[in-house]
């Protein structure tokens, strides 16, 4: 190859095969629309000896190589791709929507999620956006049903009340018809029923409606069977397809047809309408015509177009009664209101009634457990059981002792009725201190010179002044009283036993002595010895009255002089005369005597005796009495009880 052969420039063959990269492959044809040099994409390191090779390259070819870094940068960019993007999203959206619902069906859960969303952050924005139009209809319909309540009500108040109304209700009443269908058959002058929307060559039924009080059938079974009578007069009498059945009358109802080649309205009527019935049928054909004239042309046996046909045929759902303007009479207008105002009062006085009555049983009750108080707080009654009842008697179960007043007294003491209550008593014993004290009283009857008390443990204390008869007496029976389980008359005292015990005193402080050798007293001691065997007599009248029993014990002492033996013998002669003195005077009294010898001189173990002046062995030349006071064995238990 010459210089000159190196400078020109490469064929196409030449030029293409170096300038595809490495590891690429040529583009498939249509892949990508056009082919790009594999060189504008990576830079292949150019051999070292053809420096003048490249330089020639940059030359002839660097607009290009720019062009294609700038593509290459464009694609490469995220930013860009969106922007270029939204600049057909979009036209895009639209066309595709255009072709299928795959385009809503992917939208749809986004949409969903986006509304959702906006509720649950935004809702006051959406409420404050539907309010302006839900708020007027609302209260709109509200005053629309309202009124039509009104009406009926005023209506239905003419019919109850009139002599019409009177006379309507008897003759349904006679005939069995439902109230409601003699209205109707005696006040509708014409009502329209059903209309049908009907394809005339397939016989389908684009659009019906119907009066809401009327039971409508099959609108598709109702358009065959009159598809059917049209083909039947058709044949049988008009002699041509030119000629159409424009009505059919079946007793009170009348079927109205009005035909057009495309479609044609059947009207199905109560009564008779009037004369321009049939032109409104005629005007409201031809608009529906209007409106659906290309879906009539290209009809499939789809009829969800003709969904919104019921808007026309609403409009001929047309009623005419007798006397519908009829000016009512002022009673009739003024009934209602009466009525209302009377619900009205009757409604307050059964609700004042209702109160009334509410708050006497409040009362009554509350009366009537102020009343089972009294009863709960007497000692000796326990309330057992209670039935209330809205009335009286209330019937009560009550544990009551023998000892309290029965619970018609206690009731009766405190201003109330006994008849208020029911009542049924059970005898119990009532441990109650108040109970068990008036128990006390009952049994042992108390003077009023002792004073009771009974405390908390069972304990029941005397104090004050009684016979010893009630004193001994009430220590044994008062143990026996239900509820005492102590007995204290520590406290009580009886005045005759200080005479007793003074009595007592004298008789074993009298000094008695005897000669040497003697069992007589020495004439100096004779009076002592009588007034001693005196007071013996009269303590022993006393104790008996008292229902005691006096023994007296006759100790008779001797001085140290002459033998043992000698000296029990006149110690016991000596004991032995004092109580022969005693007997003389009339006594009864048992006695013991005792000789007790020398063994027991003066200034011994007895110590009651007083000392004498006489001393020596006179003063054990003696007697001594010793009084015992005890209950008397033969007393009977009522001569301690008052």
Known sequence: MTDLDALSPPSVEGTKAESQLPGTEPDDAGSAGHTVDATLTRDVPPPPDNEELIRLRELLFSREIALLDNIREALDSRQMTAKRVSDVLAEAIHLRSGKDPHLSMALEPVVDAIVKTSLHTRRNDFVNALFPLMGP?????????????????SKSVEMAFSWKGLRWRFEAMRSGKPFSEIVMLNTLVYRVEQLFFIHSDTGLVLSHVANESVESQDADMVSAMLTAIQDFVRDCFAGGREEDLDSLQMGEFT??????????????????????????????????LVEYADTLESFNGDTEPFADAVRYLDSCLLSRYVDENKKLPFWAKALPVALLLACIAGGGWLYYTKERARTEQA?????????????????????????????????????????TPSPEEVLRGNNVDPALFSVRSIPFISYDPSVVMRRVKKSIQPPDSVTMVFDEKGTLTFTGTAPMSWIVATREDARAIPGVEHVDVDGVRDPMMDRISFMIHEIETAVIEFPLGKDTPLPADMPALKKAIDTLIELENITKKMGFSATLTIYGHADTVGNDRRNYEISQARARTVAAMLYGKGSSMPVATYGMGSEYPRGGHEETAPATARGGDQANRRIELRVHFALSPSAKPEMFRR
């Open 363 to 403: 009362a009554f009750t509350a009366s009537m457990h102020t009343a089972l108080g009294y009863l709960r707080n007497e000692p000796g009654l326990m309330l057992i059981n209670v039935v209330e009842a809205p009335a009286a008697p209330w019937e009560i179960l009550v544990l009551k002792d023998a000892l």
């Open 255 to 288: 079927i109205y047809i009005e035909k057009a080649p495309q479609a044609y309205l059947a009207c199905v009527v109560r009564g008779t309408p009037p004369a321009d019935f049939r032109s409104h049928l005629r005007a409201t054909l031809d608009l529906m």
């Open 137 to 153: 209809t609302i209260r709109k319909s509200m005053s629309e049903s309202f009124r039509s309540m009104l009406g009926s009500f």
